[in-house]
């Protein structure tokens, strides 16, 4: 099959109809999934096409939307849920963390949880209050739950497909700023391993690792800083739990210095641990110490404001001087 050029957006929808064509116990349901095909139209003309039985509109209540598709799940589907935004997803955290992640090992492995829970999370769309938060960190600290960000229309469909073939619950991160990004996917292309992490630029000097929407900042940087004549290695970490530590410390062992950037605070944020973990594998390897690039230990702020929050290229860029320093 010849490869598609596809957004991020796109991508998802066609993993979505796949889906729902090979397997009749694959539903999705949300908020606005079905008529309106979604508020960034992820799901646009899937009920059209399967009907209101597989593709269902919910109410505006995401601990019922949960709830529900584990009741589902425990009857044999395979639900997919679209929370509507990242900031929603909170009044369904105890669903989440307290029946969801824990029913399979409650059960002492009798009880599989086959849900995906789809959320678009990030900033840079300009957006009000609750619509821009990053709060994969959350998750990833809950065992039972899969926690998983593309960073690219490839991705978007082959991981999105994984996570809904898997027996386990999946959080299924989707970065909002790069629904409208566009590149070329082979739909039949082989899928990687869903929680590999993955070299998208060699480089010698130092590496970064990104996940979701901070992976083409650190492209980007790479660049720049390769007009100054060095050499940066950009990870794609795709998985942020579990997380692929054997490629970081591969990389590592490479380029002897690691920078890791995400949007979500950098307090307790995923890259605390990422740093932790490097810093013991690699203890006589490193040439300076982990340094971390995300948003700060505060509330989103206005859409006025947001770029002064988010990680950027200069931000990025500072941190690689000073670990370059060392």
Known sequence: MAAEKLTLARALNEALRTSLEEDPSVLVMGEDVGVLGGVFRVTDGLQKDFGEERVMDSPLAE???????????????????????????????????TQLAKLHARSQGAIRMPVVIRIPYGGGIGAVEHHSDSPEALFAHVAGLK?????NPADAYRMLRQAIRSDDPVIFFEPKRRYWDTAEVDLSAPPEPLHRARV???????????????????????????AEGRSLEVLDLRSVSPVDFDTIQGSVERTRRL???????????????????????????LEAPVLRVGGYHAPYPAARLEEEYLPDLDRVLDAVDRSLAY
């Open 63 to 97: 601990s019922g939307i949960v709830g529900t598709a584990i009741g589902l799940a425990l009857g044999g589907y395979r639900p997919v849920v679209e929370i509507q935004f990242d900031g929603f997803v909170f009044p369904a955290y105890d669903q989440i963390v």
């Open 147 to 151: 926690v998983v960000s593309p960073s």
């Open 259 to 285: 920078v890791v950037v995400h949007e979500a605070p950098v307090f307790f944020g995923a890259g605390a641990e990422i740093a932790a973990r490097i810093t013991t594998r690699c203890f006589y390897t």
């Open 200 to 226: 998208v630029r060699e480089g010698t000097d130092l590496t970064l690792a990104a996940y979701g929407p901070t992976v083409k900042l650190c492209l980007e940087a790479a660049e720049a800083a390769a």
